[in-house]
Nanobody
Framework: QVQLVESGGGLVQPGGSLRLSCAAS????????MGWYRQAPGKQRELVAT???????NYVDSVKGRFTISRDNAKSTVYLQMNSLKPEDTAVYYC???????????WGQGTQVTVSS
């Protein structure tokens, strides 16, 4: 069964931190590069961070130095540590395999992150 379950979002003040978690089914997770995506109101979904099966990471410029992606292969779980949050980070965050959006046909429910004072 294909499953992606994101959690850990919430309301945080600018400069604050959150840690997101994503539990993935083995069919999606095993040997796959995984990514965190986000979609702000009125904007397209974008890939912000990726991590390979071996742990190599990559980030979009807007989150470099503030976000850290990691994974626990034994638990089929991906994490996103978000520090120094800004209002422009406000979005629904999703995890999935790190592929072109057009190749992804299943998504979890996402987790809402709101950065506001």
């Amino acid at each position: 069964q294909v499953q992606l379950v994101e959690s850990g979002g919430g309301l945080v003040q600018p400069g604050g931190s959150l840690r997101l978690s994503c539990a993935a089914s083995g069919s999606i997770f095993r040997l796959s590069a995984m990514g965190w995506y986000r979609q702000a109101p009125g904007k397209q979904r974008e890939l912000v961070a990726t991590v390979t099966w071996g742990g190599a990471t990559n980030y979009v410029d807007s989150v470099k130095g503030r976000f850290t992606i990691s994974r626990d292969n034994a638990k089929s779980t991906v994490y996103l540590q978000m520090n120094s949050l800004k209002p422009e980070d406000t979005a629904v965050y999703y995890c999935n395999r790190a592929l072109q959006l057009s190749r992804l046909d299943y998504w979890g429910q996402g987790t809402q992150v709101t950065v506001s004072s």
